[in-house]
T-cell receptor, first 112, second 116 residues
């Protein structure tokens, strides 16, 4: 069956360090992968989209990599700040469907 | 950028009553909107795809008679939880996508429904 796996344990890091979150998937052939941020009691906010033929995408302090051989995406936040504390969701969209399927998300806590 | 407005942000209702949640695309037209449900520390689960001017497409296991979806215009979709019960208490979120796929999906702020 299709699975999207994100670490359920919270990631705790110190301010200024780089946070790296992982999204692994099985039995998918994603056309593209997206990362979202979700704050408690709020809807997700779109951050970045990366296509299957792209290896890396950057936006300000954010970087996403996409390895279709390893079936994995890494999401990096450089120079992390306490305001970056939130849950980060990855979502996959297969070529045959335009509707994304979401992982459970990983909570990031940045300590001052 | 695209904005999706969702109301109410929270609602408490009695068992057996119905609750309507509205989702509006403010600066773009959305022929398709999506309704999700999310339990604490769980993933967003797609409930249904709302199509303007036609019937919604429901995911397996979602009761279409209980969760009524209406998408009467290109900017408004509504979800009505009929005869609500405590087990319907959850966080409901709508989303839509503007035409530029590079911007992903835009979500509403969500509605916390509590049925007492």
């Amino acid at each position: 069956s299709q699975k999207i796996e994100q670490n359920s344990e919270a990631l705790n890091i110190q301010e200024g360090k780089t946070a790296t979150l992982t999204c692994n998937y099985t039995n998918y052939s994603p056309a593209y992968l997206q990362w979202y941020r979700q704050d408690p009691g709020r809807g997700p906010v779109f951050l970045l989209l990366i296509r299957e033929n792209e290896k890396e995408k950057r936006k300000e302090r954010l970087k996403v990599t996409f390895d279709t051989t390893l079936k994995q995406s890494l999401f990096h936040i450089t120079a992390s700040q306490p305001a970056d504390s939130a849950t980060y969701l990855c979502a996959l969209t297969s070529g045959g469907s335009y509707i994304p399927t979401f992982g459970r998300g990983t909570s990031l806590i940045v300590h001052p | 950028g695209a904005v999706v407005s969702q109301h109410p942000s929270w609602v408490i209702c009695k068992s057996g009553t119905s609750v309507k949640i509205e989702c509006r695309s403010l600066d773009f037209q959305a022929t398709t909107m999506f309704w999700y449900r999310q339990f604490p520390k769980q993933s967003l689960m797609l409930m249904a795809t709302s199509n303007e001017g036609s019937k919604a497409t429901y995911e397996q296991g979602v009761e279409k008679d209980k969760f009524l979806i209406n998408h009467a215009s290109l900017t408004l979709s509504t979800l009505t939880v009929t005869s609500a019960h405590p087990e319907d208490s959850s966080f409901y979120i709508c989303s839509a996508r503007d035409t530029d796929a590079n911007y992903g999906y835009t979500f509403g702020s969500g509605t916390r429904l509590t049925v007492v």
